[in-house]
């Protein structure tokens, strides 16, 4: 890191003391305190944890509230020397006054990376911008044909209802395509079409139903109720049968489980996140047993997916900005068993070894 815009010479009063600064050869500055100059401790990254000293550094500049001791720098690391002084000089002057020295830090030590940091965050704002672009031109003419279909799809297909699962994975693959990558492995590990099965996975982004959808499987999701009232996205989301939940409800949650387990009695998937939310920090978290449950009541094989990447490409909270990447989809061998604590437990253990493995 650099300091800059320090002038050669320059005084500085604060805390009743005066110190000056005199430039030395290349980048190294001394500063001394009326003679003083006592042992060196080494702060970096900006933060000063001295008895005499309290800093608050930020990316264009440092302020020093007790600024009493003398203080050297060198490229390409800040170190702040202090000094050891007595406390009759530290009363010699009458005046004091907040000192901030502005400077310019730049974590690599020169302008340009700062510029390209800039620059590539202003890149995945306008990907994230096409992105939206696309996925909404493109759902306006494939809601179309959803719609044209509905009837049909009710009359001979009421529950599975893979036409509208076949349109949306020509959606979430148009969309996803020119902005990130989809590795798929263990996809010999997917239960037949026909099987019906609980498939559950980590939630990592908003990008996930995008790239689930890719498989091209008609499971069922569960999504809040709000996201039914989006144009278009929304109401497709209505018309693949999606299972709404209202997540403070506990009435609403109880009719959603019974929902899943109608739906596979009668030949259908469904798709749990069991974390029940977008991690914020990549870690995974604790599981819920409702998934769980549902297979263990119906019998049905638990299907656990890892996903790798979304959460780069489209972190949770930052749903205005799109990265490049791939991302990985893995397909774990399904688990069967009558105990929903046990199924719970081995399915979260078989996502988090993935991930411990992949990092």
Same mark, same amino acid.
């Given at each position: 890191?650099?300091?800059?815009?320090?002038?050669?010479?320059?005084?500085? *009063? &604060?805390?009743?003391?005066?110190?000056? /600064?005199?430039?030395?050869?290349?980048?190294?500055?001394? /500063?001394?305190?009326?003679?003083?100059? @006592? =042992? /060196?401790?080494?702060?970096? &990254?900006?933060?000063? *944890?001295? +008895?005499?000293?309290?800093?608050?550094?930020?990316?264009?500049?440092?302020?020093?509230?007790?600024?009493?001791?003398?203080?050297?720098?060198?490229?390409?690391?800040?170190?702040?020397? @202090?000094?050891?002084?007595?406390?009759? !000089?530290?009363?010699?002057?009458?005046?004091?006054?907040?000192?901030?020295?502005? !400077?310019?830090?730049?974590?690599?030590? !020169?302008?340009?990376? =700062?510029?390209?940091?800039? #620059?590539?965050?202003?890149?995945? #704002?306008?990907?994230?911008?096409?992105?939206?672009?696309?996925?909404?031109?493109?759902?306006?003419?494939?809601?179309?044909?959803?719609?044209?279909? %509905? +009837?049909?799809?009710?009359?001979?297909?009421?529950?599975?209802?893979?036409? %509208?699962?076949?349109?949306?994975?020509?959606?979430?693959?148009?969309?996803?395509?020119?902005?990130?990558?989809?590795?798929?492995? @263990?996809?010999?590990?997917?239960?037949?079409?026909?099987?019906?099965?609980?498939?559950?996975?980590?939630?990592?982004?908003?990008?996930?139903?995008?790239?689930?959808?890719?498989?091209?499987?008609?499971?069922?999701?569960?999504?809040?109720?709000?996201?039914?009232?989006?144009?278009?996205?929304?109401?497709?989301?209505?018309?693949?049968?999606?299972?709404?939940?209202?997540?403070?409800?506990?009435?609403?949650?109880?009719?959603?489980?019974?929902?899943?387990?109608?739906?596979?009695?009668?030949?259908?998937?469904?798709?749990?996140?069991?974390?029940? $939310?977008?991690?914020?920090? =990549?870690?995974?978290?604790?599981?819920?047993?409702?998934?769980?449950?549902?297979?263990?009541?119906? #019998?049905?094989?638990?299907? +656990?997916?890892?996903?790798? =990447?979304?959460?780069?490409?489209?972190?949770?909270?930052?749903?205005?900005?799109?990265?490049?990447?791939?991302? #990985?989809?893995?397909? &774990?061998?399904?688990?069967? @068993?009558?105990?929903?604590?046990?199924?719970?437990?081995?399915?979260?253990? $078989?996502?988090?070894?993935?991930?411990?493995?992949?990092?």
């Amino acid at each position: 890191m650099e300091v800059a815009s320090l002038s050669p010479l320059s005084t500085y *009063r &604060h805390c009743h003391k005066e110190v000056r /600064c005199l430039p030395k050869l290349s980048s190294k500055m001394f /500063c001394t305190y009326k003679g003083f100059h @006592g =042992g /060196c401790t080494i702060y970096r &990254h900006g933060n000063l *944890r001295s +008895p005499h000293c309290s800093a608050q550094s930020s990316l264009l500049g440092i302020s020093w509230k007790h600024s009493s001791m003398p203080w050297h720098c060198y490229n390409p690391r800040v170190e702040f020397c @202090g000094s050891h002084f007595s406390s009759k !000089s530290h009363l010699q002057n009458n005046f004091a006054r907040d000192i901030v020295v502005r !400077s310019e830090l730049v974590a690599a030590g !020169s302008t340009e990376d =700062g510029y390209s940091l800039s #620059k590539l965050r202003m890149e995945s #704002k306008i990907r994230g911008a096409c992105f939206y672009a696309v996925t909404a031109f493109t759902a306006i003419f494939l809601f179309i044909l959803m719609l044209v279909g %509905h +009837p049909f799809v009710i009359l001979f297909d009421r529950h599975r209802r893979k036409y %509208h699962h076949f349109i949306a994975k020509i959606w979430s693959t148009l969309t996803v395509t020119p902005f990130y990558n989809v590795n798929f492995e @263990g996809l010999e590990n997917l239960p037949p079409q026909d099987t019906p099965a609980v498939y559950v996975s980590n939630h990592q982004s908003f990008l996930d139903i995008y790239t689930l959808l890719t498989l091209g499987r008609s499971f069922k999701f569960i999504s809040k109720t709000s996201i039914f009232l989006f144009p278009i996205i929304g109401w497709a989301m209505f018309l693949l049968g999606t299972i709404p939940l209202k997540r403070m409800d506990s009435r609403s949650q109880l009719d959603c489980l019974k929902r899943c387990m109608d739906l596979i009695k009668k030949g259908a998937s469904v798709f749990f996140f069991p974390e029940g $939310t977008r991690t914020r920090d =990549g870690k995974l978290g604790p599981f819920k047993k409702g998934a769980f449950s549902v297979a263990a009541k119906t #019998k049905a094989p638990v299907v +656990p997916i890892t996903l790798v =990447g979304t959460g780069q490409i489209m972190p949770a909270g930052k749903e205005d900005i799109v990265n490049s990447g791939t991302v #990985k989809v893995i397909i &774990h061998k399904p688990l069967h @068993g009558n105990d929903a604590s046990m199924l719970c437990e081995e399915a979260r253990n $078989t996502i988090a070894s993935a991930l411990n493995y992949l990092d």
